[in-house]
């Protein structure tokens, strides 16, 4: 009886503990992300210009945003980004983590380098590429002007402003790429020489046994990169401006531009609310997807 | 027999090691060309950036470039703003982090793993902390009814409340500290704040340190922070700084490469001073 | 308890002293898109304004910020860490005060007394009027022209009384005809020279809609009218003329010798007109005091804006002073405000910064005036706006974009405009109820 009382009073106690210690978390999580979404919602069912009061016009701005090709061109634009960055930036970092994995002595040399970029300033590193990417004395088209092909436009022309911002974006993939090399070394060498002993060729081995154990890592990288593909702002706020024909107008950009550039702000918080929709909904499916292709019994 | 499939093994191995050198080499070399570039036109003369084909070294090298930029805008001060906001964020960012990644895993209490869901979730929205585009539009409203734009508290504040991406990778680093070393302290009388000063902040050490540095990479590289909330020239970052110093003057690349070389190189000083720390954190946060 | 009393009275004096030589601190916000020569007339003109009034103080400061994106003034105005009086480009007054942004003026001026209407050009003036309420102060006004190099134009044999103004605006076709003769190239291909860029500078989609007959907005019906077939006939225009340099060959060499200014910078003794890297520019009368200081040994012409059926045209901007809510010294901002944009402060910005007045008094000073001015006086009663409205800023960024979608050959005219329609139209319905 009283042993049990005991125990009780140790529950409640680590109970109470538990809950204080993350209790900034809870303030945190209220404060920072429901209260704002729940805010988005309200503020778009106004038009608010940010002086005065806002005024209630219910529905208006989710018409108004239907309506507007320019916020249709932002989500185009956003998918469009996601869709070709994020893959290709699970793609270039299981081959950087295939090769470095090859024991090369240098690796660590490798793996310094390859991190770099991770770690500058994406505002610095989108004025070097302004630089690097100009059709004359960047460095890019140099090289091209050497194999004798033609000069790109990158930011320049509406084809292939998209593609630089693609472009910009895997000089992040080097991280992931040190996280899936990690993964590989984890993966036991019994496999392969079972594999081996079978007759499988390298590609099958790759296929059938590499892949599947890499599949929580591509998870983890896919969720990254979607959540950092939906909110890209910085490199077309500072490389272009939304330009040219507004083909780097990402909805992040069009969000500020309507806040605080023109003073939309209720229809600001109606297109900040469709995003997070957007969003939530993407999170959700992957991980509901989770379960039927990522393997986690051996890792 | 055996030593000729040895033998093929080797060369197979080999062929294969001088593809994948040679697949590193180029990667690398991609890698590297942004800072590469910055550095060559940041020492390049006026007339030699204006110079096609551009040349691969200067060739006359312009350390003016550098004192020059500095002399052209307030280097100073925009560098102290970015010293100040980073370090705060580094001290609210361990400090929260540490004790409620505490309370995510050295404490069994029951809804612990309840709780911890919306953390993983919510990594999705604040993978940009502390600003970013999805909730910046309220948040800005909130705060400027507080009166507290064109000031740090929106930046710095948040980051005394927890980044679910910390508290995750400060977790996983926790869980794997035997909870044996918790238990034996309780059975000698110690309080929980004392197993958690004593016993395992030190033992965290290295993860804190990892935290410590992403998140004063984060500030110092944070743009749309500054870029909404900060109204005044004195309060600018280096960030905000040199963006709008670059539309509001007329100012030559080589200047502004030399600038940002600036802003650049103590991020990679940093990173590679606590290369091995980091390097180690990644595969913390690798989500197993 | 006797010392206390003491010091509280002690400190109960000092403040009052204090409070007694305090003096008015007014915050003045000039937008970076200024150039060195305007900001250096306002701040004259400021601290003039504040030695004759010796209890007010004026700090100016050079925000971030161009002529349709004011984001820092916005975000600082809500947050009540705003100036009291900014410089903000003219055609957005309606649009700023539509957002409750700008003190309405009226009932300051009334209390001057004085029928201010009266001493300003309309074109201006009406700028700065939104549903009958006066939201700021004109301050200069320009107008735009074509600049053509002399001795490009003599070494290739052209003839030069085509441009000489008195015969009236070149056809635009002639004007291309002329204009492609002059471009040169490497052995790549590469222009290194282009007679003229039309889209440069100041060769805006409403300089040739305007050049073409065009009209930009219907006040009667409330619409935005991109798709006017004048409007279309000057992007038409544009859409040929890049088509006839090859699109993709003249973006390489605006992208190497001219920046959008969101992309890069030139400093001004490198800008192509300058260097005879084009023969041709439209550009307004402030460059005058930057090629005297950049390139004082140009040989150079100025003429109207090639133009069918011998049409003269121009289009004016110009700045215009406002106060913003949330002053809490909206007598002295005024004050200020009347002295930037009045004649001492006008005078100043004729002197320094090449611009042209908007007071009438000051336009009929001719003794103030080098003869090359003369050309852009004559060029203001002819001279259009863009049009006040609401969503002037928005319909600004689109046709640059329908600009941009032109000029790559992207898309052609009629869908580009039509798209801009689209895009604004239903923002304007916001306001037209």
């Known amino acids: ?126 004025m070097i590429f302004i630089w690097l990417l100009n059709p004359r ?46 993964a590989l070394r984890a993966i036991p060498g019994t496999l392969y020489d079972a594999a081996s002993l079978d007759g499988a060729g390298a590609f099958r081995k790759f296929w059938y046994i590499t892949l599947p154990l890499l599949t929580p890592v591509i998870l983890y990288d896919i969720v990254i990169g979607i959540g950092l593909g939906l909110q890209v702002f910085v490199p077309a706020y500072i490389m272009t401006g939304g330009g040219p024909v507004n083909s780097t107008m990402f909805t992040a950009l069009y969000i500020y531009k309507n806040a605080f550039e023109y003073s939309q702000i209720g229809l600001a918080a109606a297109a900040s609310g469709i995003l997070f929709i957007i969003n939530a909904v993407l999170a959700v499916t992957i991980f509901w997807s989770s379960k039927y292709w990522v393997n986690y019994r051996l890792a | 027999m055996d030593a000729a499939v040895q033998r093929n093994k080797a060369r197979t191995d080999l062929s294969r090691q001088l593809l994948a050198r040679l697949f590193l080499i180029a990667m690398s070399a991609f890698y590297i060309s942004p800072i590469y570039w910055m550095l060559v036109t940041a020492l390049k003369g006026n007339n030699e950036l204006a110079q096609f084909p551009p040349t691969l070294w200067p060739r006359e090298i312009v350390w003016q470039n550098f004192e020059q930029a500095v002399r052209s805008f307030p280097f100073l001060s925009y560098l102290q703003n970015s010293v100040f906001y980073a370090a705060l964020t ?199 | 308890m006797k010392t206390i009393r003491i010091v509280l009275l002690a400190a109960a004096f000092s403040l009052c002293a204090a409070a007694a030589r305090s003096q008015t601190q007014l915050k003045l916000w000039l937008p970076s898109s200024l150039d060195v020569h305007e900001k250096g007339a306002y701040q004259q003109a400021a601290q003039e304004f504040a030695q004759k009034n010796g209890n007010i103080k004026v700090n100016v400061e050079v925000v971030p910020g161009s002529e349709t994106d004011v984001a820092k003034l916005l975000t600082a105005v809500r947050s009540g860490a705003g100036p009291d009086v900014a410089i903000i480009d003219r055609f957005t007054v309606a649009q ?133 077939p004048g409007v279309v006939k000057g992007y038409r225009f544009l859409y040929d003329f890049a088509k006839a340099l090859d699109p993709q060959k003249a973006k390489t060499f605006v992208d190497t010798y001219w920046q959008w200014p969101s992309t890069g910078n030139l400093p001004d003794a490198q800008m192509p007109f300058y260097t005879g890297k084009v023969a041709f520019v439209i550009t307004g009368n402030w460059v005058f005091a930057t090629i005297k200081e950049a390139a004082p040994n140009l040989e150079y012409g100025v003429t109207y804006i090639p133009a069918p059926n011998g049409m003269k045209t121009s289009w004016s901007g110009g700045w215009s002073g406002v106060i913003l809510v949330g002053s809490k010294n909206v007598q002295p901002a005024y004050d200020l405000l009347r002295y930037l944009t009045g004649e001492p402060g006008q005078l100043l910005m004729v002197k320094q910064a090449s611009s042209l007045p908007t007071l009438k008094s000051l336009q009929e000073r001719k003794d103030l005036y080098a003869p090359q001015y003369q050309f852009f006086l004559s060029l203001l009663p002819i001279s259009k706006s863009r049009p006040p409205i609401p ?43």
């Open chain 1, 1 to 126: 009886m009283e042993k049990r009382r005991k125990i009780i009073s140790r529950d409640l106690r680590n109970l109470l503990f538990g809950l204080l210690f993350i209790s900034p978390w809870i303030v945190s999580f209220f404060l920072f992300l429901v209260y704002p979404v729940i805010s988005n919602f309200q503020l778009g069912m106004t038009q608010y210009s940010g002086f005065g009061e806002p005024q209630w016009t219910g529905f208006d701005n989710y018409r108004q945003l239907g309506r507007d090709p320019l916020f249709w061109t932002s989500l185009y634009n956003t998918f469009y980004y996601v869709i070709l960055a994020v893959p290709l930036g699970v793609a270039v970092a299981i081959a950087l983590a295939l090769a470095m994995n090859q024991k090369v002595r240098e690796v660590a040399l490798y793996r310094t380098l390859l991190y770099l970029p991770s770690i500058a300033p994406v505002f610095a590193l989108s």
């Open chain 1, 137 to 182: 004395y960047g460095l890019f088209n140099y090289l091209f002007h050497l194999l004798q092909i033609p000069a790109i436009d990158w930011l320049g022309d509406p084809h292939w402003s998209k593609l630089a911002m693609v472009l910009v974006a895997q000089f992040g993939a080097g991280q992931f790429g040190l996280i899936f090399l990690t």
């Open chain 2, 90 to 288: 580094v001290l609210g960012s361990v400090l929260s982090n540490f004790v409620i990644a505490y309370g995510f895993s050295r404490i069994k209490w029951p809804g612990r793993d309840l709780f911890f869901y919306p953390v993983i979730a919510s990594i999705f929205i604040f993978i940009h902390f502390p600003v970013n585009p999805i909730t910046m539009v309220p948040m800005f409203s909130f705060f400027t009814r507080l009166g507290l734009v064109n000031s740090y508290i929106p930046l710095i504040a948040p980051t005394f409340f927890g980044n679910p991406f910390f508290i995750f990778l400060l977790r996983q680093f926790m869980l794997q500290i035997p909870t044996e070393l918790s238990d034996a302290a309780r059975i000698d009388g110690a309080n929980e704040l004392q197993i958690m000063g004593r016993i395992i902040l030190p033992l965290t050490r290295p993860a804190l340190v990892v935290v410590a540095l992403l998140a004063g990479i984060s500030a110092w590289n944070d743009f749309l922070g500054p870029l909404i909330y900060l109204q005044n020239d004195k309060l600018y970052t280096l960030s905000l700084g040199l963006t709008f110093f670059k539309t509001a003057h007329k100012i030559e690349f080589n200047l502004l490469m030399a600038a940002s070389c600036l802003v650049v190189l103590p991020v990679i000083g940093l990173f590679l001073l606590f290369q091995r720390f980091l390097l180690e954190g990644i595969n913390l946060g690798d989500g197993r």
């Open chain 3, 96 to 228: 700023r005060a539509a957002a409750g942004l700008l003190v309405d003026l009226t009932p300051l001026i009334q209390k001057e007394g004085k029928d201010l209407s009266q001493e300003y050009s309309e074109a201006p003036w009406k700028e700065v009027t939104y549903r009958n309420k006066v939201f700021g102060l004109p301050t200069d006004t320009d107008a735009r022209a074509l600049f053509y190099n002399k001795k490009i134009l003599r070494d290739a044999g052209v003839d030069l009384s085509e441009f000489d103004p008195a015969h009236g605006p070149i056809s635009p076709d002639r004007f291309k005809e002329i204009a492609i003769k002059l471009n040169q190239t490497d052995a790549s291909g590469a222009y290194t020279r282009i007679g003229c860029v039309p889209w440069l500078e100041q060769g805006w989609g409403y300089t040739w809609g305007y050049a073409f007959g065009g009209n930009f907005f219907d006040f009667a019906n409330c619409k935005i009218t991109a798709t006017d």
């Open chain 3, 391 to 433: 969503v002037g800023a928005l319909y600004w960024d689109q046709l640059k974009q329908a600009e941009e979608a032109v000029i790559t050959n992207s898309q052609p005219p009629d869908a580009a405009l039509k798209q801009v329609v689209d895009e604004v139209q239903p923002w304007m319905d916001r306001y037209c109820k």
